[in-house]
């Protein structure tokens, strides 16, 4: 009769033991990600067999990862760093030793350190084979945690790239639109103008307008009227032309500054004493154009600068003028101003 028996044997288990670090760091986190936990069961482990890992039969081996950043270099030297900070707690929490430890250090995987000490023990025939089972579980834990560590990274810098591209699409298509809204404002070649503000002193006021590009333009403004009443005792009448040179701004070409040269005749008299002479002079101006339509838009213009006028003071006797002396007078201040409907001809 045979009597199956339990026997003692020794067997080898491999401890394994995972540290995780944030991407692109070296700081060792103890209570983040579970790092406390992880840490405490090393501790145990690492006071049981103490004496075999002082002694150098059961050294401690140290597995650095690091896939990031990009050059293998900084991956390498972040790994060793990752790997001395673990070796560190052990030194002085545990009283180890530098030739305690069997290190290297990787530049692929995933952002952690593995510890690992192969553990040999003395157990029964019946609980070796679970044993062994549980250390096979246990290895195989530890990859697929690193695999799934090292999938979650790369997912991560693929969705970085794709919001990074996706940026990069839409910053292109905003210059695009911005491109394409530019060149449908395109200047017209000639445009006739009336200024609205002459036209309703009853001051007849006509202009055109040359577009030489979309940032340079001539212009030409002529006036003319000619009143009389009271028996021509008052009078009221004058005739202008204005040439202009202007120089359109911004990227749609609304805001304008130019210089602007004037000359003409008049013929005042609303009182007792009349005036008759000639003009001349210029200056610089200044406005705004505001589309209307694709036709039409309304020009708001001032001019800033100095008319000089000659003329002669005369009265009226029976219907007939009495010069009464010349004079010359001076203006500085608004030369001109302006609401001027601009209507695109081509």
């Given at each position: 009769?045979?009597?199956?028996?339990?026997v003692?044997?020794?067997?080898?288990?491999?401890k394994?033991?995972?540290?995780?670090?944030v991407?692109?760091?070296?700081?060792?986190?103890?209570?983040?990600?579970?790092?406390?936990?992880?840490?405490?069961r090393?501790?145990?482990?690492?006071?049981?067999?103490?004496?075999?890992?002082?002694?150098?039969?059961?050294?401690?081996?140290?597995?650095?990862?690091?896939?990031?950043?990009?050059?293998?270099?900084?991956?390498?030297?972040?790994?060793?760093?990752?790997?001395?900070?673990?070796?560190?707690?052990?030194i002085?929490?545990?009283?180890?030793?530098?030739?305690?430890?069997?290190?290297?250090?990787?530049?692929?995987?995933?952002?952690?350190?593995?510890?690992?000490?192969?553990?040999?023990?003395?157990?029964?025939?019946?609980?070796?084979?679970?044993?062994?089972?549980?250390?096979?579980?246990?290895?195989?834990?530890?990859?697929?945690?690193?695999?799934?560590?090292?999938?979650?990274?790369?997912?991560?810098?693929?969705?970085a790239?794709?919001?990074?591209?996706?940026?990069?699409?839409?910053?292109?298509?905003?210059?695009?639109?911005?491109?394409?809204?530019?060149?449908?404002?395109?200047?017209?070649?000639?445009?006739?103008?009336?200024?609205?503000?002459?036209?309703?002193?009853?001051?007849?006021?006509?202009?055109?307008?040359?577009?030489?590009?979309?940032?340079?333009?001539?212009?030409?403004?002529g006036?003319?009227?000619?009143?009389?009443?009271?028996?021509?005792?008052?009078?009221?009448?004058?005739?202008?032309?204005?040439?202009?040179?202007?120089?359109?701004?911004?990227?749609?070409?609304?805001?304008?500054?130019?210089?602007?040269?004037?000359?003409?005749?008049?013929?005042?008299?609303?009182?007792?004493?009349?005036?008759?002479?000639?003009?001349?002079?210029?200056?610089?101006?200044?406005?705004?154009?505001?589309?209307?339509?694709?036709?039409?838009?309304?020009?708001?213009?001032?001019?800033?600068?100095?008319?000089?006028?000659?003329?002669?003071?005369?009265?009226?006797?029976?219907?007939?003028?009495?010069?009464?002396?010349?004079?010359?007078?001076?203006?500085?201040?608004?030369?001109?101003?302006?609401?001027s409907?601009?209507?695109?001809?081509?």
């Amino acid at each position: 009769m045979f009597v199956l028996l339990p026997v003692a044997v020794w067997g080898e288990t491999e401890k394994t033991y995972t540290f995780r670090f944030v991407p692109e760091d070296d700081m060792f986190y103890i209570p983040w990600n579970s790092n406390g936990e992880e840490l405490a069961r090393l501790f145990e482990c690492v006071e049981r067999n103490k004496v075999a890992i002082l002694n150098g039969s059961l050294p401690v081996l140290i597995d650095g990862y690091c896939n990031s950043p990009d050059s293998p270099a900084e991956r390498l030297k972040i790994a060793k760093i990752r790997s001395n900070r673990v070796k560190t707690e052990l030194i002085l929490q545990q009283g180890l030793t530098e030739a305690c430890f069997k290190t290297r250090n990787h530049t692929w995987g995933g952002n952690y350190v593995i510890v690992r000490l192969e553990v040999r023990f003395a157990e029964s025939s019946e609980t070796g084979l679970e044993t062994q089972r549980q250390a096979e579980e246990d290895r195989l834990t530890a990859e697929r945690a690193a695999r799934t560590e090292q999938e979650r990274l790369v997912a991560e810098k693929q969705k970085a790239e794709e919001l990074r591209l996706a940026a990069e699409r839409a910053e292109a298509a905003r210059l695009a639109a911005e491109t394409d809204a530019a060149a449908k404002v395109k200047p017209y070649s000639l445009a006739l103008r009336a200024n609205l503000l002459r036209w309703a002193t009853l001051t007849p006021d006509l202009g055109v307008e040359w577009r030489i590009s979309r940032s340079v333009g001539l212009l030409v403004n002529g006036s003319w009227t000619s009143w009389g009443w009271d028996d021509v005792n008052r009078r009221y009448a004058l005739w202008e032309v204005a040439p202009e040179v202007r120089w359109y701004l911004g990227e749609n070409k609304r805001g304008y500054l130019g210089a602007m040269f004037k000359t003409g005749q008049f013929n005042y008299k609303l009182s007792d004493t009349g005036r008759q002479g000639d003009l001349m002079g210029g200056g610089l101006t200044g406005g705004y154009v505001l589309p209307l339509g694709k036709s039409l838009s309304l020009d708001f213009s001032l001019g800033l600068g100095c008319l000089q006028a000659d003329y002669e003071k005369y009265t009226v006797i029976e219907g007939t003028r009495v010069r009464q002396g010349t004079e010359t007078k001076n203006w500085w201040g608004p030369i001109n101003a302006g609401v001027s409907l601009v209507w695109k001809l081509f």
